[in-house]
């Protein structure tokens, strides 16, 4: 009996390590490649989110989306654990706010982008 509750306490740590990696990785990453960014929370991300007009997915992946301007620089995305809106980054406060972005992330993707289904019928 023990020897399962230690089991599921090992499976419970891990996952909350695994958990916490990704979010720390978020930050690293925006840290990494904007020279101007600031700490937010997921309201905030949320109105951002909503207010750009996103042009582009990630075609491979369904993952991230982008904004581009008219000169194609990417000026907004939220891709790979990079979170950029107007060419400044956004960190997440605290790792289930990031978890909410990405998961808001991908509901928009499934939401206003389907990939394109070719059935074939095998005779």
Do not use: Q
């Given at each position: 009996?023990?020897f399962?509750?230690?089991?599921?306490?090992i499976i419970?740590l891990?996952?909350?390590v695994?958990?916490?990696?990704?979010?720390?990785?978020h930050?690293?990453?925006?840290?990494g490649?904007?020279?101007?960014?600031?700490?937010?929370s997921?309201?905030i991300f949320?109105?951002k989110f909503?207010?750009t007009?996103?042009?582009?997915?990630d075609?491979?992946?369904?993952?991230?989306v982008?904004?581009?301007?008219?000169?194609?620089h990417v000026?907004?995305?939220?891709f790979?654990n990079i979170?950029i809106?107007?060419?400044?980054g956004?960190i997440?406060?605290?790792?289930?706010?990031y978890?909410k972005?990405?998961?808001?992330?991908?509901?928009?993707i499934?939401k206003?982008?389907v990939?394109?289904?070719s059935?074939h019928?095998?005779r």
């Amino acid at each position: 009996m023990n020897f399962l509750f230690i089991i599921l306490g090992i499976i419970i740590l891990g996952s909350l390590v695994l958990y916490w990696a990704d979010w720390f990785t978020h930050i690293h990453m925006v840290k990494g490649i904007c020279p101007t960014y600031g700490w937010t929370s997921y309201k905030i991300f949320k109105e951002k989110f909503d207010a750009t007009d996103w042009d582009k997915i990630d075609l491979k992946y369904s993952t991230g989306v982008f904004k581009e301007d008219k000169d194609l620089h990417v000026v907004s995305k939220v891709f790979s654990n990079i979170i950029i809106f107007n060419d400044i980054g956004m960190i997440m406060r605290t790792p289930i706010e990031y978890a909410k972005a990405k998961l808001y992330t991908r509901k928009y993707i499934k939401k206003y982008y389907v990939k394109p289904v070719s059935k074939h019928r095998w005779r």
